[in-house]
């Protein structure tokens, strides 16, 4: 039995993530694993009433469960900053949650907008560190709101922080067995402290990999080969910043934020799994915006538990459902959220189903304080 946390968030998020509880519960009928859906209701609504974005109790709680399963977050009357740092960020801070794993994949059918690309050519992960860098937040403003200002921002590397990730990205590389190609895409020709430290982990443990080749890449070339030859990639390692940027180029490429699904993994303890794009406010209730990527965060999830079947079966029926869907990256994917939900749960393998197994039904908390 396993305990999910759900937040839906803010926006378009609650009804996305409907749609990936909806592929969920189907799933889980055919696969026989059952589960418990724990809803908290964080994110702009509730911190307008109460001012409170993430209590501590909350995080504690959300330590016990088995997974997080992410909407979005953003609202459009609350300062850019204040949900972000704290809700997202602080939830990856707090559970440690080291990697960010993004997907870069076409799948058949999904409009790209790279000329003579494919999905044969659009198929690669970035393993992206989720910890520290630039996002640790520190800093300081000297002389503020004079002109002698200068604001420092502090990108933050650790030895341990930078290894535990590396290592991550070689084992990943490994399990993924496509081109056992790992790139780290970095800036050692500018920012000599942080990749320098990178640079060096990346070589030193490659000695532990025999069977994985490695490359290198600045950041700005990596942008560049990721329009021009994106085929040359396998998985491309990266701290956070440049990965929070190539993530989104590589969302484009294989055709929008409504297909794009990330996990923010701890491989020790607890995981977040979550589309990557943002609660699109203006979309809210309209029932217009894409779920494939909060249903393949959700297939991501369950991988992540160990239902590698269950995760497989989702990903076969998106590639059906994108295969029906042809103008979906042009803003216009002819179905609703609910009815691409729908297509989706609809193709999954029947064949699974098993005897006697019925969904079971789901205790849902409201969390108050
Ligand atoms: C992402 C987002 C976040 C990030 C924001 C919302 C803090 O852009 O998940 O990529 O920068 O990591
Ligand atoms: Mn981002």
């Keep these: 039995m396993y305990k999910i946390a759900v937040i839906p968030g803010d926006g378009t998020g609650p009804e996305v993530v409907r749609e990936g509880l909806k592929v969920l519960e189907a799933v889980s009928g055919m696969k026989g694993f059952k589960y418990e859906l724990v809803n908290y209701d964080f994110g702009g609504e509730r911190y307008k009433k109460t001012g409170e974005v993430l209590p501590e109790s909350a995080i504690d709680e959300l330590r016990k469960v088995d997974t997080i399963f992410l909407g979005a977050v953003g609202h459009p009357d609350v300062k850019p900053g204040i949900l972000e740092k704290g809700l997202l960020l602080k939830l990856r801070f707090s559970l440690d949650q080291y990697i960010n794993l993004r997907p870069v ?23 992206r560190e989720n910890t520290e860098g630039l996002y640790v937040g520190e800093g300081e403003f000297t002389d503020k709101d004079t002109d002698k200002e200068v604001a420092i921002q502090i990108s933050r590397n650790s030895y341990k922080g930078v290894e535990r990730c590396l290592k991550y990205a070689y084992e990943y590389t490994l399990k993924r067995n496509k081109e056992k190609k790992l790139t780290l895409c970095g800036k050692t020709n500018v920012l000599t402290y942080a990749w320098d430290l990178w640079e060096r982990t990346f070589n030193k443990l490659s000695a532990n990999y025999p069977d994985v080749k490695t490359d290198y890449a600045h950041v700005d070339a990596t942008c ?10 396998d998985v491309i390692v990266t701290d956070n910043m440049f990965g929070d940027i190539i993530t989104d180029l590589g969302a484009m490429i294989q055709g929008g934020m409504g297909i794009a699904a990330g996990g923010n993994i701890n491989p020790e303890g607890v995981s977040m799994f979550e589309p990557i794009g943002g609660s699109a406010p203006k979309y809210t209730g309209k029932d217009v915006i894409n779920p494939l990527a909060a249903i393949c965060a959700c297939g991501m999830m369950l991988e992540n538990l160990g239902e590698t079947e269950a995760a497989a079966m989702i990903e076969k029926s998106v590639m059906k459902a994108t295969t029906m869907m042809d103008s979906m990256s042009a803003g216009r994917m002819g179905y609703s959220t609910q009815e691409v939900g729908d297509l989706v749960v609809k193709h999954l393998d029947k064949s699974k189903i098993l005897n006697n197994i019925k969904c079971q039904k789901h205790k849902t908390q409201k969390y108050t304080i």
Excluded at 105 to 127: A, H, N, Q, S
Excluded at 224 to 233: D, L
């Design 224 to 233: 560049m080969w990721m329009v021009k030859n994106p085929e040359w990639f």
């Design 105 to 127: 994949k076409l799948y058949p059918g999904v409009l790209t907008p790279l000329k003579d690309k494919g999905p044969e050519d659009i198929d690669f992960v970035v393993v």
